[in-house]
Each structure stands twice: as C-alpha cells, then as structure tokens.
C-alpha cells in the first residue's frame, strides 16, 4: 500500500527585520501593565531597557542601575538576567523556528539592580520515604549529593509526605543539586525537584491580597495546560503551580509566611479535595491556615463549582481575565466538611473529628477514613461509579473529554437496566442511625448522602424547599446532611433529567450504617467495593473557607490618578500580582 498523502504548511512573516516585545515592569512599586517596544535585530538590552524606562516613566533612572530579565514559561519557569550586549529579537527569531510555543511563551522583565546580598535558592524535594526524622531526610538527601552541590540547611519537613525544603547559600551548587537529583531514584521512585520562588513580605503593599493559583494539567483533557499559559502570562508565573509537579505543597509553603491571600484551583472536584486536604495538614504551620478558596472547572461533574456559581466546566476560550476579576470580587461562604469512618467487622476505629488525615489506611490497605466535601454514595450510584472508574483505569488515554466521559457513564447505566444488581434490595442489608434513632427504610438500590445541593453533574436530588415539608432547607454551611434513597437506574436517570427528585429519608449531623454485606461505596466520586461493616459519618471541625461568585459585579469608584495607557480593569489586575520572586535561573 502506498503512503498517505501528505501537506505540510509553512508560515512565512512579511517582515522579519523588526517587531514587538512587551516589557513586565520587576519593580511591585509600578504598575505591572506591560510597554511594548519596538526592536529590529541590532538593537541590544542596553537600548532597550533605555526605551523602557522612558516608557515606564522613569526618566531620571539610569540604565546602569537596571537589568532586563528574560522568562520562559514553557515547562515550568525558567528566568535568567540577559547580558548588556544580547539583542533579543534575533534570539526570538531562533527560538520560533524551533518552537511557536515557546516563542509565545517568552517575557521580559525590566528589573532595578539591588545591592549584592546573601540570596538563598530554596527547593522542593518529594517522593522520598514518609514519617521520617528531619535528620534522616537530611541524611538521605546529603547522600546523594557530592561537596560541590551541598545545601546549607532544611527550611521544613513534611513528613507525612516524604518531602523537605531545603536551601543553598551557593547559587552554583544549587545548579548542580539539582542535576543531580531530578534524576535520582530513591526507593524505586522518581524525586520530585523543583526551585520555589521566595516572597519577600517587606516588598508586598499592606493592601494588595496575592492569588495562589493551582492548575490540574491533566484536567479538562489539554484545557488545563492552556489555562496555566494563560495564567502564567497574566500573573506572576511563580504564584501559578502545576499539581503534576509536587502537588499542592510547594505552592502552599511558599505561601505560608502570608497573612491573607486568595486561592484559585484550576480542576475538578478532586482536585479541589486534594488541596483542601493538603491545606489540613499543613495549616497549623502556615500563618493564614484557611486561606478563601475559587474554582475554576476543568473536571467532569463538577458539582461543588456549580454550588458556588463558578459553573458547570471551563469552556476554550472563556475570558479568564474577567474570572481573576470576579474572584477579587467573590464573596466568602463555609463548606462543611465531614469525616466518613469505615469500620470493618470485628474491628473499631477511633473517630477524631479533628484528624487532618483525608485518606488513612487500615492493615489490610483498604481505606478506611476520608473527609467528605460533596457526597457519599452506597448502592446503585457507586456501582455506576466504579463502573466508569474500571473503564477509565483500563484506557485513559479515552477519558480526556468532558462530554466522552459523561457517555460512558450513560452507557454504564444503560447496562444495568432491566438486570439484576448485587444493590437490589438495599434496604434488607443495611441499617441506618441519624442522631441515635433508627431510620425505617423502603425498597431501594441506593443511599446517597449530600453536604451540597449538586450530584452527578447538576442536578438535585433533594430539590427545592416546601414550606409544608418537615424537612429544612439543605445549605453547605447548616452543619446537616441530608439522606436521599434511590430506587434504581431509572430513577437516577429522573434526576439527571430534573424530571423527579430521590426520596428525602431524613436530615442528620451523625450517622451510622451497618452493612451487612460487602458492597460499592464512592466518597466524592472515588469508588471501591467496601467490606461488610460499619461507616460512621460526622461533622469535621476543619470547615473550609470558600469563594462564591457574586450575581452582580460591584462597581468600583475609580479613587488612583489616572495613568496614561492604563485602563481601571488594568490597575484590578495588578493587585493580583503581588509575588515578588527571587527564583534562580532554572535549568
């Protein structure tokens, strides 16, 4: 057979002797709207920094006393200072002919020379062993290291996920660190190293609220990694984290010195477990421990930004620069959250309300405490549940559309119906207490229990409030679940279609059930089959703080002088921006 025919498109510009770059003023003093000069290949930094000051309105600095810092944003963050001598845009130019992207992804930073002074580079180590001593991580990583890249000291431990923070006074030696190390194995696992930005609390406005923004990449199929460019280019990049990299905890340290900032997860309703259970466990040693929290949707259901009014799903391109201003503008609500106690027959656990632990392990390595956000669900929904979780398991590389993975789970329901399940008659295995009393169940094939008025995409199962109803209005924040029985397939396909609501069993703030059998249980969306036993589910003290999305915009006096080129949106925006970041030039 013959090859497929093939046509390769080539871009060719009309003028490749000049262009624009755009200047990011490094100075958190001055607005960070950026200048674009004009540049043809002979003209150098030198000239440049001179255009920009002129552009920036510092006429009376001197270019001596500046230096133009070029950022590259592909694959994480990396910056170096550019010599007096270089002209960028031939080096622009170079770079496009081997990647676009990475042309698109270069920014200049205009940056006022400080005197000389004893800088640290600070970096992420994880993936090693937990629960160790500060001394043996110290141990641990010395011994993988040589003379010439030997870190001064470890800034913290975080023991219960195998990582350290450490700092290297020797710029140089921090190089070769982690050369060394971002190939090392220890354990059979891969180290996970990354420098982390410092913020200089001297240098931020009383003011100004910094963003932490967290991004799943791996959401939203490619929409996460075009939100973090994106974020990257209208932020300071080192206050935009990419969870493939660390998880929440590098971002979280290196904003645990601050008083107040807001945070912005970029993901689904997982991804938003993850770093509120990261937050509980380091809060105590951060300053601000339940800092407001924003979504930005990129999963599949997304229940708990629906709840919030951020939304059903981050669609391409939505304008997120009017979402960063929406979030200064959102206001603050409680989530309850809720620990869910699994007891296995024979055994009994300790219930601790106060346990920062989201995802405990007994002896036989079956999970047996979580801390619930959204739901929990025994029966027929769950075993939808691990129905989708198998078939993503088996081929992921499918599951990277919004709309393909709500077909698949129509195609799980769709099996079901008319077969026999191993839920059928629910209520004949399981017994259940609200608040010490014993609840007289019907005929179901499921149990689900709610903290918020959102399931399986949107719709709820408890509906609207009647004022002739003996139950009250469900909220996130009344410190009640509310108990919802199912009927079956069809029934849950009613709700998804708004066309009838699951049946209101009872409102508790403690609940006990005992299972006679082994069943499929799903906290969250997470599924698994459960051994025979007992769950107990009750009211966490780790309340989240969250950020809802106001219906109407409130509108701001404009009380700044007026700046020639800049618009009031513009000055919202620099507020956001208020990192200032010493990071060494990364490899």
Request: with cysteine; charged share 25%; hydrophobic share 35%.
């Amino acid at each position: 057979m013959g090859k497929a025919p093939s046509l390769f498109l080539r871009y060719e510009d009309k003028d490749t002797r000049r262009g624009t770059i755009k200047v990011f003023s490094g100075d958190p003093d001055t607005t960070s709207v950026p200048r674009p000069i004009s540049i043809n290949s002979h003209i150098s930094v030198e000239e440049v920094i001179e255009m920009a000051l002129h552009k920036f309105r510092i006429d009376d600095g001197d270019p001596n006393d500046y230096s133009l810092m070029e950022v590259v944003l592909d694959k994480g963050v990396q910056e170096r200072v550019m010599e007096r001598y270089e002209c960028p845009w031939p080096q622009l130019l170079k770079a496009r002919r081997n990647s676009l992207k990475q042309m698109k992804q270069t920014r200049y930073y205009l940056r006022k020379n400080e005197q000389p002074t004893m800088e640290l580079a600070r970096m992420y180590v994880g993936s090693l062993p937990i629960n160790l001593s500060e001394f043996k991580y110290k141990q641990i990583i010395q011994k993988m290291l040589d003379e010439d890249s030997m870190f001064a000291s470890i800034d913290m431990v975080y023991a219960q996920y195998g990582s350290a923070c450490v700092s290297f006074s020797d710029h140089e030696a921090a190089v070769k660190a982690y050369k060394i190390l971002k190939d090392t194995t220890y354990e059979d696992k891969l180290l996970t190293v990354l420098f982390i930005p410092e913020i200089h609390l001297d240098k931020l406005p009383e003011d100004h609220c910094p963003l932490l923004v967290f991004v799943n990449t791996r959401s939203g199929g490619c929409q996460g990694i075009d939100v973090q460019d994106a974020l990257r280019k209208m932020l300071n990049p080192h206050q935009v984290f990419d969870l493939d990299q660390g998880g929440p905890l590098p971002g979280l340290h290196v904003f645990s010195q601050l008083k107040e900032y807001k945070a912005l997860i970029c993901g689904g309703d997982g991804t938003v477990g993850w770093v509120l259970s990261c937050l509980d466990d380091i809060g105590q040693e951060s300053v601000c421990s339940s800092p407001p929290i924003a979504v930005l949707p990129l999963g599949t259901g997304n229940d708990l930004s629906r709840v919030l009014k951020w939304g059903g799903g981050y669609q391409q391109g939505d304008d997120l620069y009017q979402m960063l201003q929406t979030v200064m503008e959102a206001e603050e609500v409680k989530l309850d959250r809720w620990t869910v106690v699994f007891e296995p027959e024979g055994k009994h656990t300790e219930i601790d309300n106060k346990s920062n632990s989201s995802n405990s392990s007994s002896g036989d390595d079956m999970p047996n405490l979580f801390v619930m956000n959204n739901y929990f669900g025994i029966g027929i929904d769950a075993d939808l549940c691990l129905g989708f979780h198998n078939a993503r398991e088996e081929k992921p590389e499918k599951f990277n559309n919004r709309v393909y993975n709500k077909i698949v789970y129509l195609r799980q329901g769709m099996q079901k119906l008319g077969r026999k399940t191993n839920c059928r008659e629910l209520n004949k295995e399981i017994l259940i207490d609200v608040d010490n009393k014993r609840l007289k169940l019907p005929t179901l094939e499921g149990i689900l229990i709610l903290n918020i008025s959102s399931w399986g995409s949107g719709a709820d199962p408890w509906g609207s409030s009647d004022t002739q109803d003996e139950f009250q209005r469900a909220s996130h924040d009344d410190g009640m679940l509310e108990i919802i029985g199912l009927t079956g397939v069809m029934h849950l396909g009613q709700i998804q279609g708004s066309l009838r609501n699951g049946i209101r069993l009872a409102q508790a703030s403690h609940i006990r059930i005992s299972m006679k059998t082994d069943m499929p249980v799903q906290v969250d969306g997470e599924p698994w089959m459960q051994l025979s036993g007992e769950v107990v589910v009750s009211r966490s003290a780790l309340q989240a703080t969250m950020l809802k999305k106001r219906k109407h915009r409130i509108a701001r006096r404009n009380t700044e002088p007026a700046i020639s080129g800049d618009s009031a949106a513009q000055r919202d925006q620099a507020k956001l921006v208020a990192v200032n970041s010493e990071e060494i030039a990364q490899i």
